[in-house]
């Protein structure tokens, strides 16, 4: 029965980009067994669409026993590029959140823009980033319901709706890995209170600073791929991110609290180095995670064409590369299920 019952969680809060497929391409399962889909398309797939976008994004809404329908997210209309969409929902809201990354000026250019689909609409998009000069990839997302209210010494938990997203920034200064926490009222983005900053900012300088040579062997490719893992009870994510300085991948767990009255901020509690493995991969391939609730334990897992290579990480450090050959029978999709099962069995 554990084990059912996780499974159906995963399947309401996992995408399916973590089971092997295209990066433009996202699902996931409503609580009511709503099937979300989304993906970003050439506008000139959809002749009847007026798009000035060279791609867009088409999200097909399927219910349980009804026909599928698609709508396009509005904004993915309007210029540029859009790819990578990400889905995350919040079922005590039946609300679906779409995150994209947009290029622009040819590509030299992209930002992260966020908008939520509620009661069969969209409501308007948010800009989550937009710099000159930036490219914004590898974007995760996760959700919390409480926010931490402090009073008379005490501290409780509220209800209160907030998305986190955590993404990889190159820019002429240098690469980072960037945090953004933004409220959600009435189902659409407290845009005046959105929170954004470098995830690094959550450490002290001491601790950022390096604490040994750098591994001959890592490749830094892994560094660039942040994870962010909701917490059982939706009141925390864990955010594990790559720092390149240091070659070390970093945890912090962050929680919501309010600060002055209605003003949320993130309170990053931090769970210091944990080193980093020896998994390759090339720039155009996708590392993923998987992480069980109040578990130290994770996978971090890459797939291509031939095989899909993890390790894993506990009390004892990383492990060594371990690869599950695809072939006609065994499907990418598949492997990482097998992975998954073992995370689960290990911490039963």
């Known amino acids: 029965m554990k084990r059912l019952l996780f499974a159906a969680a995963l399947l309401v809060v996992l995408p399916l980009t973590a089971l092997g497929q295209a990066s433009d391409r996202d699902a996931i399962l409503g609580a009511d067994g709503t099937l979300f889909t989304i ?68 590509n030299h250019t ?12 969209f409501n308007q998009a948010s800009t989550i980033e937009s710099a000159d000069f930036h490219w914004c990839h590898n974007l995760r997302v996760g ?16 209800p209160g709706l907030t998305v986190h997203a955590t993404w990889w920034d190159y820019n002429p200064h240098g690469e980072v890995a960037r945090y953004a926490m933004l409220p959600i009222e009435k189902g659409a983005v407290d845009v005046g209170n959105i929170i954004k900053q470098d995830i690094s900012n959550f450490f002290n300088s001491r601790e950022m600073m390096p604490t040994g040579s750098v591994d001959p062997q890592l490749d830094e490719e892994v560094l660039r791929h942040p994870q962010l893992f909701e917490s059982a009870n939706h009141e925390t994510v864990d955010i594990v991110f790559g720092d390149i300085p240091s070659a070390v991948l970093r945890r912090v767990t962050v929680r919501v609290g309010v600060n002055g009255g209605r003003l949320r901020v993130p309170l990053g509690v931090r769970g210091g180095s944990i080193g980093a493995p020896r998994l390759k991969s090339d720039a155009n391939s996708r590392i993923s995670g998987i992480s069980t609730p109040g578990s130290d334990k994770m996978v971090l897992y890459a797939t291509d064409d031939t095989a899909v290579r993890y390790v894993t990480y506990s009390s004892s450090g990383w492990s060594a590369v371990r690869t599950i050959t695809l072939n006609d029978k065994v499907t990418a999709a598949s492997a990482v299920e097998v992975i998954r099962r073992m995370v689960w069995d290990a911490d039963e």
């Open 39 to 106: 993906e970003s398309a050439p506008s000139y797939d959809y002749p009847n669409v007026k798009a000035d976008s060279s791609r867009l994004l088409a999200l097909t809404v399927q219910k349980q026993g009804g026909s599928p329908k698609t709508v396009f997210v509005p904004e993915s209309l309007q210029s540029g590029s859009n790819s990578t969409p990400t889905l995350a929902y919040d079922s005590e809201s039946d609300t679906l959140f779409v995150f994209w990354e947009r290029g622009l000026n040819n």
């Open 110 to 121: 992209s930002e992260l823009l966020l908008t939520s689909y509620q009661n069969g609409k």
């Open 143 to 158: 959700v919390t319901r409480k926010v931490q209210v402090e009073a008379d010494g005490q501290k409780t938990m509220v």
